[in-house]
C-alpha cells in the first residue's frame, strides 16, 4: 500500500518523495496541493480500543510495584449518582471560565478506574458501570446553558468535553472488560451520541462571526476535535475519527514559523501555556491514531511536525530571549508544576515518554519538569500516569528551570506569582521582567 503521507523523516526537510525518480527531490509545491494528496478516507478503526489497552496494562501492572505506583493507592470504593443534565459555563459571576461543574465526576471515574488498575479488584469498575448507566438513564450532560455575554456555548462546550472524554476513556474500559451487556453498550452510545453531536460546533460556539473550522491549532477546537476522535474510537465512527485526522493535518499547515501556536503572540504572556496545549492535544490526537495502526507522529506539513512545536516548547522555556524573540519574554510555566489540572499540565507527556522513550526531545524535556507524577488533566483523558505510563530512568533527573514563578509589582512591592491572572486580579499588579 503507498503511503499516505510525506513522512517527516523520509526526505529531508524542503524535500519530497518521487516515485518516478524513486527519490526525494525539492518540493515546489503549495501545501494546498499537498493536502489533497492526503487520504483522509483511507483511516479506518482497526481495533475496538480507544487511548489505552486496559486489559494489557492490567496485566503489566500486576506484580510490578513500581509501574503500580503510578496509580493512586489512596483510592476507596465509592458510588455515585446520576450526573447533572444541565451543563454550564462561567456564569453570570466572572467573565472567564473559573469553575468546573464536573470535578466530581472526572474524580470518581479516575479513582475507580486507578483502583481497579493497581488493585485487580472488579467492584471498582461495577461501581464505574452503576454510575453510567444511571447517567445514561437520566440524560445528563444533554442540556447546554449557554453564557449570556458573547462567549455564549464557548466555555459551557469547553467544561461538556472536560468530562466527556473521562467519561469516554470509563466507558472503553467497561467495553473492553466485558462488563457491559450489548444492551447496555447500545443504551450508553445512544445517550451520547446526541451529546457530541450537539457539542460539534466546530469553532462557531460564540456570537461572533465564524467560518467552520477557522481557526486550527488553537487550543479551544483541539479541546473540541480530541474529543471528537475519542468519540469516534470508543463509538466505533470512521467518520469522527477521520475528523480528527484532518484536523490535525489541518493544525500543523496552520502554525507559525517553529510551529508556534497562533496563540502565542495574541496570549501573551500566557502564549508558551498555549504551546504547551497545542503540543498535549496533537499528542492525544497523534495517540489515538497510533493505537488504530497510523503514524501521525511523524507527519510534517511545511515542515511543522508534532517535533518542531515540541522543540520550540523546549527552547522558549529554557531560554526567555527565545520566547521573547516570538513574544513576551515573561511567560506562565506553572504547566512545568502541575501534576492534575483541566489542562495546564504536562501530563500528555506519560504518552511521549512511553513511546518516544529514547527521543533526544523526550529525554531533554523530562529534566524541565517540576510536577510530580502521577500526572493527569481531564483534557487529555484523565489520570495518564495511571493509564499508560512507565518507570523514567534515574538519569532523567530535573536539570532545567528551578521555579516557574514570575513577577508581580504590586502596591506593596515584587511579589512571586504562578499566573498572569494571579498577579492582575488578586494583587492588581502588573507583570514585570527581571
Same mark, same amino acid.
Given at each position: 500500500?503507498?503511503?499516505?503521507?510525506?513522512?517527516?523523516?523520509?526526505?529531508?526537510?524542503?524535500?519530497?518523495?518521487?516515485?518516478?525518480?524513486?527519490?526525494?527531490?525539492?518540493?515546489?509545491?503549495?501545501?494546498?496541493?499537498?493536502?489533497?494528496?492526503?487520504?483522509?478516507?483511507?483511516?479506518?478503526?482497526?481495533?475496538?480500543?480507544?487511548? &489505552? !489497552?486496559?486489559?494489557?496494562?492490567?496485566?503489566? /501492572?500486576?506484580? *510490578?510495584? $513500581?509501574?503500580?505506583? +503510578?496509580?493512586?493507592?489512596?483510592?476507596?470504593?465509592?458510588?455515585?449518582?446520576?450526573?447533572?443534565?444541565?451543563?454550564?459555563?462561567?456564569?453570570?459571576?466572572?467573565?472567564?471560565?473559573?469553575?468546573?461543574?464536573?470535578?466530581?465526576?472526572?474524580?470518581?471515574?479516575?479513582?475507580?478506574?486507578?483502583?481497579?488498575?493497581?488493585?485487580?479488584?472488579?467492584?471498582?469498575?461495577?461501581?464505574?458501570?452503576?454510575?453510567?448507566?444511571?447517567?445514561?438513564?437520566?440524560?445528563?450532560?444533554?442540556?447546554?446553558?449557554?453564557?449570556?455575554?458573547?462567549?455564549?456555548?464557548?466555555?459551557?462546550?469547553?467544561?461538556?468535553?472536560?468530562?466527556?472524554?473521562?467519561?469516554?476513556?470509563? &466507558? !472503553?474500559?467497561?467495553?473492553?472488560?466485558?462488563? /457491559?451487556?450489548? *444492551?447496555? $453498550?447500545?443504551?450508553? +452510545?445512544?445517550?451520547?451520541?446526541?451529546?457530541?453531536?450537539?457539542?460539534?460546533?466546530?469553532?462557531?460556539?460564540?456570537?461572533?462571526?465564524?467560518?467552520?473550522?477557522?481557526?486550527?491549532?488553537?487550543?479551544?477546537?483541539?479541546?473540541?476535535?480530541?474529543?471528537?476522535?475519542?468519540?469516534?474510537?470508543?463509538?466505533?465512527?470512521?467518520?469522527?475519527?477521520?475528523?480528527?485526522?484532518?484536523?490535525?493535518?489541518?493544525?500543523?499547515?496552520?502554525?507559525?514559523?517553529?510551529?508556534?501556536?497562533?496563540?502565542?503572540?495574541?496570549?501573551?504572556?500566557?502564549?508558551?501555556?498555549?504551546?504547551?496545549?497545542?503540543?498535549?492535544?496533537?499528542?492525544?490526537?497523534?495517540?489515538?491514531?497510533?493505537?488504530?495502526?497510523?503514524?501521525?507522529?511523524?507527519?510534517?506539513?511545511?515542515?511543522?511536525?508534532?517535533?518542531?512545536?515540541?522543540?520550540?516548547?523546549?527552547?522558549?522555556?529554557?531560554?526567555?530571549?527565545?520566547?521573547?524573540?516570538?513574544?513576551?519574554?515573561?511567560?506562565?510555566?506553572?504547566?512545568?508544576?502541575?501534576?492534575?489540572?483541566?489542562?495546564?499540565?504536562?501530563?500528555?507527556?506519560?504518552?511521549?515518554?512511553?513511546?518516544?522513550?529514547?527521543?533526544?526531545?523526550?529525554?531533554?524535556?523530562?529534566?524541565?519538569?517540576?510536577?510530580?507524577?502521577?500526572?493527569?488533566?481531564?483534557?487529555?483523558?484523565?489520570?495518564?500516569?495511571?493509564?499508560?505510563?512507565?518507570?523514567?530512568?534515574?538519569?532523567?533527573?530535573?536539570?532545567?528551570?528551578?521555579?516557574?514563578?514570575?513577577?508581580?509589582?504590586?502596591?506593596?512591592?515584587?511579589?512571586?506569582?504562578?499566573?498572569?491572572?494571579?498577579?492582575?486580579?488578586?494583587?492588581?499588579?502588573?507583570?514585570?521582567?527581571?
Amino acid at each position: 500500500m503507498a503511503p499516505l503521507f510525506s513522512w517527516a523523516s523520509s526526505c529531508p526537510e524542503g524535500q519530497i518523495w518521487n516515485d518516478r525518480r524513486g527519490d526525494c527531490i525539492e518540493d515546489h509545491t503549495s501545501s494546498i496541493k499537498k493536502s489533497k494528496k492526503i487520504d483522509i478516507g483511507s483511516f479506518k478503526i482497526t481495533k475496538p480500543i480507544g487511548l &489505552f !489497552d486496559a486489559n494489557a496494562r492490567r496485566e503489566a /501492572l500486576n506484580g *510490578d510495584p $513500581e509501574l503500580a505506583s +503510578l496509580c493512586s493507592e489512596h483510592t476507596q470504593l465509592a458510588s455515585l449518582p446520576a450526573s447533572s443534565v444541565d451543563v454550564v459555563g462561567h456564569g453570570k459571576t466572572h467573565h472567564l471560565l473559573t469553575q468546573f461543574p464536573f470535578s466530581e465526576e472526572t474524580g470518581f471515574i479516575g479513582e475507580m478506574l486507578n483502583g481497579w488498575l493497581r488493585s485487580g479488584n472488579i467492584e471498582y469498575l461495577h461501581e464505574l458501570r452503576a454510575w453510567l448507566i444511571a447517567s445514561s438513564n437520566a440524560g445528563s450532560f444533554s442540556n447546554l446553558i449557554p453564557d449570556s455575554d458573547r462567549m455564549y456555548f464557548s466555555d459551557t462546550l469547553f467544561n461538556l468535553r472536560y468530562v466527556l472524554k473521562p467519561t469516554f476513556v470509563a &466507558f !472503553d474500559v467497561l467495553r473492553q472488560t466485558k462488563l /457491559l451487556s450489548l *444492551d447496555e $453498550e447500545r443504551q450508553i +452510545l445512544t445517550w451520547l451520541e446526541p451529546i457530541v453531536k450537539q457539542s460539534d460546533m466546530r469553532g462557531c460556539e460564540g456570537t461572533w462571526r465564524c467560518i467552520p473550522d477557522e481557526y486550527p491549532a488553537e487550543h479551544w477546537t483541539l479541546h473540541d476535535y480530541t474529543t471528537l476522535m475519542l468519540w469516534g474510537v470508543v463509538s466505533g465512527s470512521d467518520y469522527y475519527f477521520q475528523r480528527g485526522v484532518e484536523f490535525y493535518i489541518k493544525s500543523l499547515r496552520s502554525l507559525k514559523h517553529r510551529a508556534i501556536t497562533p496563540e502565542y503572540q495574541k496570549k501573551k504572556e500566557r502564549g508558551l501555556r498555549k504551546q504547551n496545549e497545542l503540543v498535549g492535544y496533537l499528542t492525544i490526537l497523534a495517540e489515538i491514531a497510533a493505537v488504530q495502526g497510523y503514524d501521525l507522529y511523524n507527519v510534517s506539513v511545511r515542515g511543522r511536525s508534532l517535533w518542531t512545536a515540541f522543540e520550540f516548547l523546549q527552547d522558549a522555556i529554557e531560554n526567555p530571549s527565545v520566547a521573547a524573540r516570538y513574544g513576551y519574554k515573561v511567560q506562565e510555566k506553572a504547566f512545568l508544576d502541575s501534576s492534575f489540572h483541566w489542562d495546564r499540565t504536562v501530563a500528555w507527556f506519560e504518552i511521549l515518554a512511553t513511546r518516544f522513550p529514547s527521543h533526544p526531545l523526550v529525554v531533554r524535556f523530562a529534566g524541565n519538569i517540576g510536577a510530580e507524577r502521577p500526572m493527569g488533566g481531564e483534557a487529555y483523558g484523565g489520570d495518564l500516569s495511571c493509564y499508560l505510563g512507565t518507570a523514567w530512568p534515574d538519569s532523567w533527573s530535573s536539570t532545567g528551570p528551578k521555579s516557574s514563578a514570575i513577577k508581580c509589582k504590586t502596591s506593596s512591592g515584587i511579589v512571586e506569582v504562578q499566573t498572569v491572572g494571579e498577579c492582575k486580579h488578586h494583587w492588581l499588579g502588573k507583570v514585570v521582567s527581571d
